[in-house]
C-alpha cells in the first residue's frame, strides 16, 4: 500500500489548490541538493504539462551535476540582490517549497515567503516539519522527498500529465538522496517507486553516470589531498573526520558542489561508522555528519553544532575557527566513547 494513502484528504486539498491558482511558485530550500531540484522540476513538469504558469525559485545555486536535467535551465535563481528583492513571490498565489521543514531552510528569502499572501503547501520527509504552511504533507518514511512527490502525482489527476522527463528528475532526487539505493531506502515502497519510474522511461544508468561521473581534474586531485593529508581516524571510536581549510580550497580551484560527498568517504574504511567533515567558508566552518545504523547525527547535530537532518545525514556549523571547531569535536567525542565503541552494526 503506497505511503501517500495517508494523506488522501492533504492530496485532496492540493489538487484544489493547484487547480484554481493561476500562477504556481516552487521553492527548494537553499544550496539545494539533487532531491530538492529533482523534486522541484519533476513537479514543474507535470504542473506545466498540465498547463499551469509555473515558477521554479531557488533562493541559491545549485550544483554542476544536475545541469542536464530537462527544464534546469529554466529554474530562477537568486543572486546576492535578488534574493532581497520585495516582489519575488508577487503574482504568485499558491506556493508549494520541497524537501525542506523549515522557514530557516530557505534562508534569505524566508520572509517574503512567509509574508505572502499565497496559499502554502509544504512537501518533504525531514523529521520535526514547523507549521508554516496551508498544507503539509510530510514523512521521514519516504527515501526523498521526489518518492513523495512521485506518489503525490500518482494518487491524483496530475497523473495523467506525468512523462518521462519528469520521472527522470524523480528518479535522480531519490537517487541522489539514497546515495543511489545505498542507504535511507529500507522501505519497500522506494523500490515500487523506483519501479514505476522505469516503467515511465527513465534511464537510470544515464542518470547515474551524469550525477557521478561528472567531475573535474582538479576535484579529483582535490579529494586525493583531502584522503592523504586531511583525514583524522581514531578507530577505537569508530569515528572518522575531515578538515579542509580555505587554503585547500584555493588550491584546487574549488567550484561549487565539489566538496559534496567528501564526508562519505570515510564511512568506506572498515569499523568507521561515524564521520564528520569540517569545511572553512568565508564567515563559519559549515560542518556535515553520516552514519551509519542507529548511530544519531541529527541529534548529535542539533544538541552541539546548531544543526539537523537526518539520523543517517545532517548538517551543522560553527562559528569558532576551523581549529576551534575540530577540537571542540574531538573532545565532545569523548563524552560518546562509551556508546561509540560498543556500537554494532
Ligand atoms: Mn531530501
Not at 84 to 89: A, L
Amino acid at each position: 500500500m503506497p505511503i501517500i494513502e495517508k494523506y488522501s484528504t492533504q492530496v485532496k486539498a492540493l489538487e484544489e489548490s493547484v487547480k484554481n491558482a493561476s500562477k504556481i511558485i516552487i521553492v527548494p530550500h537553499y544550496n539545494p541538493d539533487g532531491d530538492a531540484i529533482g523534486s522541484a522540476l519533476g513537479l514543474y513538469i507535470v504542473l506545466k504539462n498540465y498547463g499551469k504558469d509555473v515558477e521554479i525559485i531557488s533562493p541559491t545555486l545549485y550544483p554542476d551535476f544536475l545541469k542536464w536535467l530537462p527544464y534546469n535551465n529554466k529554474i530562477r535563481v537568486l543572486g546576492k540582490k535578488t534574493q532581497s528583492d520585495p516582489t519575488i513571490f508577487e503574482g504568485a498565489d499558491l506556493l508549494i517549497g520541497v524537501d525542506f521543514n523549515a522557514l530557516r531552510r530557505i534562508d534569505n528569502i524566508k520572509d517574503r515567503f512567509e509574508a505572502s499572501n499565497a496559499k502554502k503547501i509544504l512537501i518533504d520527509h525531514h523529521p520535526d516539519p514547523e507549521n508554516f504552511t496551508d498544507i503539509l504533507i510530510t514523512d521521514t518514511k519516504y527515501s526523498s522527498t521526489a518518492e513523495l512527490v512521485y506518489e503525490i502525482i500518482e494518487s491524483s489527476f496530475l497523473y495523467e500529465y506525468f512523462d518521462t522527463e519528469s520521472a527522470t528528475c524523480l528518479y535522480t532526487g531519490l537517487m541522489t538522496d539514497t546515495g543511489s539505493l545505498s542507504f535511507g531506502s529500507s522501505n519497500p515502497n522506494t523500490y515500487r517507486v523506483v519501479g514505476e519510474l522505469l516503467k515511465k522511461g527513465v534511464n537510470k544508468d544515464k542518470a547515474y553516470d551524469k550525477v557521478y561521473n561528472s567531475f573535474s581534474v582538479d576535484r579529483m586531485r582535490f579529494m586525493g589531498h583531502i584522503m592523504l593529508n586531511r583525514m583524522v581516524v581514531f578507530p577505537e571510536l569508530k569515528t572518522a573526520y575531515i578538515y579542509i581549510t580555505a587554503k585547500d580550497r584555493k588550491d584546487f580551484n574549488e567550484k561549487f558542489g565539489d566538496t559534496e560527498n567528501f564526508v562519505n568517504i570515510p564511512l568506506g574504511i572498515k569499523g568507521i561508522i561515524f564521520s564528520a567533515i569540517f569545511i572553512e567558508r568565508d564567515n563559519f566552518v559549515k560542518i556535515s555528519f553520516r552514519s551509519k545504523g542507529s548511530f544519531d547525527t541529527n541529534k548529535f547535530s542539533s544538541a552541539h553544532f546548531s544543526g539537523g537532518g537526518h539520523i543517517n545525514a545532517s548538517g551543522g556549523e560553527s562559528h569558532d575557527s576551523l581549529q576551534e571547531t575540530t577540537e571542540r569535536f574531538v573532545s565532545i567525542l569523548q563524552t560518546y566513547s562509551d556508546e561509540l565503541k560498543n556500537y554494532e552494526y
